[in-house]
C-alpha cells in the first residue's frame, strides 16, 4: 500500500449550485487526483443559463474521475459536454443512476436540439416575414405567413430542418447549435460504471467512494470519499439532494453510516428548503384527492407540471391507491412524457430500492405499483396533441417539472385560460422560470394578493394567456427534505462532522439553515461560485 505523503495541502472547490440551486458541480483536489463531483446543467432564465452552461467554469484538465449523485439533469445534464473534452476517467454512480442515465441524457441531447432547431426556425421564419414586408411594402398578411410556414415545415409537427439550413446559409443568417447532440449524449453513457450501495469502489491514488441511500430518487446517493494520508484518513461527505422520510416507494436517506466512515472531516450539504418547512407525508393522498374532487365536480382537468423521475412516479402511486381504494372518481389519468414513461420502467427493474410499504401494499401481492387499468402512458406527438384539446374531466402528468420546455407547455397554453381547470404544482420551481410565476400568480390570487376580476397574464410559446385555472400546490410531494430533515442528516445520524459547506440553495434558504446549525454549535460556510476550502 502506498499512502499519500503528510502534508499534501488538499482543495475543495466549488463551481456550480453554490449561491444557487441548479448546475451542481464540485472538485475535490487530493494533491495527487482531482475527482469531479456532479457535472449538472444550469436552469432557469434561458439567456442567462444557455451562457452558463456553454462553457465550465474550471480547468477539466487532469480530472482523474467523476462521481455522480443522482440522475436529476441539474446534476448531470453536461456529462456530454464533459466526455467530449480531454477527459479520460470514468464516472462513477449507482446502478440505478446509471440506468436511468441512459434515458435521461438521451432525452437531454433530443431537447437540445429540438430547442436549436426551434431557434433557427423562429429566426429565419422572423426575417422572411419581414423580407415580404420589404419586397410588397405592405403588412404582411396570415395568408403570406401561413405559406411561410408551410415552407419551413413537413408537416404541422415537424420542421423542415434541410429547407431551414438551407435557406439560413443562402441568407447569411446566424445558426443556433446544441449544447450536444443525441449521439453525443449516447457516446457519453461509455464512461459510466454503475455499483451497488456501501461497496468502496476506488477513484483515484489511495482514494475510495462509498455510496449511501439519500432517498431523494431512485438511485440517489450520498457519496463518501475516503482519502488515506501518510498519518491520518480524511474523509468527504457529499450529499448530493436529500430525500424526505417517511415518503413512499423509496427507502429513507441514511442516518446509520458503518463505524469507519462516520469521523467526516467535510460535509458538503444541500440547502433547497433549508428554511422551509413541508406538509406532512401523510397528508399526501388526502391533499391530492381534494383536488381532484373539487376540478372534477367542475367538469374540469388536474395538470400536474411533474419532473419525470421521481415526482412523477410518486404520482402515479399515490393515485394507484386512491382508485383501488374508491376515494376518487376514476377518471383517465394521462403520463404525456416519453421520458417518464422509460424511467417508470427503470423504477420496475431496481425493486430492491422500494421501503417495506411498497413490497407489502404492492409486490408481495403481485401487483406494479405503477401501472393500472386507467393510466395510460402517451408515446407520439400526435397523441399529445389531440390529448390537449380534450375537455372532459382527466388528469395529465407531463414534463417539465417547472414548466420551461417539453409538452406540458401545450397543455397549459389549452388550458390555462379555463376556470374549471386546476393547475397542481408538486415540485420546486426555481426562480425565473414559469412555474415560478404561476406559482406566484396563483398564490397572490388566491390570497386576494389581486382582484380576481382581472386575470393575470402569462406567456407561454411566445404567445400570452390569462391565467383563469385554479392553482393548487402541495408541498409534500417535493423530493428535497425540508429545514428539518436535512437537519435530521447531521443531528439525528451517528456522523461526527468537523465542517460543513452548505450549497444548492437560495440565497435566504441557505443563509437560515447555516444559521440554525451555527446556533446548535456546528462549523458552517456557504461558499459562492469559485471558492475554495482546504481540508
Sequence with gaps: MVLIKNGVNMEFGFYGAAGEVTGSMHLLDTGNDKILFDCGMFQGRRKESAEKNKSFPLDLSGITNMVLSHAHIDHSGRIPMLTQKDFLGRIVTTRATKDALGYMLLDSGHIQESDAQYLNYKSLRSFLYQQEQKNYKHKITNKEKSSIKKLLKKSPYELDTMTIAKLQKDHGLQRFSPLYTMEQARRSLSYIDGYPFGIPVTIGRETTVKFYVAGHILGSAFSLVTVKLADRTCRILYTGDVGRFGKPILKDPTLEFDEQDRKIDLLIMESTYGDREHDPVDDLGDSLKKVMISTFKKGGSVIIPSFAYGRTQEIIYVLHELYESGQVPRQPIYVDSPLASNITTVFGEHPESYDRETHKVFLEKGINPFYFDKIKFVASVEESMKLTRDETPHVVISASGMCEAGRILHHLRYKIHNPKNTILLVGYMAQHTLGRKIEEMGMA???????????????????????????????????????????????????????????????????????????????????????????
Aim: overall charge positive.
Design 445 to 535: 390570487l388566491a390570497n386576494g394578493q389581486v382582484a380576481s376580476s382581472v386575470a393575470p397574464e402569462v406567456k407561454i410559446l411566445g404567445k400570452t394567456y390569462p391565467l383563469k385555472a385554479r392553482v393548487e400546490k402541495i408541498g409534500g410531494f417535493s423530493a428535497h427534505g425540508d429545514k428539518h430533515e436535512l437537519e435530521r442528516i447531521i443531528t439525528g445520524s451517528n456522523l461526527d462532522i468537523k465542517k460543513i459547506g452548505i450549497v444548492h440553495g437560495e440565497t435566504s434558504q441557505s443563509q437560515a439553515f447555516a444559521k440554525r446549525l451555527q446556533e446548535k454549535g456546528y462549523d458552517t460556510f456557504i461558499p459562492v461560485s469559485g471558492d475554495k476550502v482546504n481540508i
